[in-house]
């Protein structure tokens, strides 16, 4: 079991910048990878973004590329999703999650937290 507790999410204006943090405990070490979601009212649920493990390597999605850094720090369990020049569209709950192999689905998933962003 790994369970995974999101905080960061708030309002913020247009172009703004915040900063979630997605803290994992329980049986993390037999984790591959952790990724971002989120979902507008309304919506699916859609890829933000992922980071591996142990590697560090990241994959994003098409309408974040360039403006969300995803980045972890094994020693404290934690990934982090930095949002820069954010848009109203990206208005969403945010809820991380984890892949425990390669390919596979993503199993553990967080409560989420929401992200505002205001004209």
């Known amino acids: 079991q790994v369970q995974l507790v999101e905080s960061g999410g708030g309002l913020v204006q247009a172009g703004g910048s915040l900063r979630l943090s997605c803290a994992a405990s329980g049986r993390t070490f037999s984790t591959y990878a952790m990724g971002w979601f989120r979902q507008a009212p309304g919506k699916e649920r859609e890829f933000v973004a992922a980071?591996?493990?142990?590697?560090?390597?990241?994959v994003y999605a098409d309408s974040v590329k360039g403006r969300f850094t995803i980045s972890r720090d094994n020693a404290k369990n934690t990934v982090y999703l930095q949002m820069d020049s954010l848009k109203i569209e990206d208005t969403a709950l945010y809820s991380c999650a984890t892949q425990m192999y390669r390919g596979s689905q993503y199993k553990y998933w967080g409560q989420g937290t929401q992200v505002t962003v205001s004209s």
């Open positions: 980071i591996t493990w142990s590697g560090g390597s990241t």
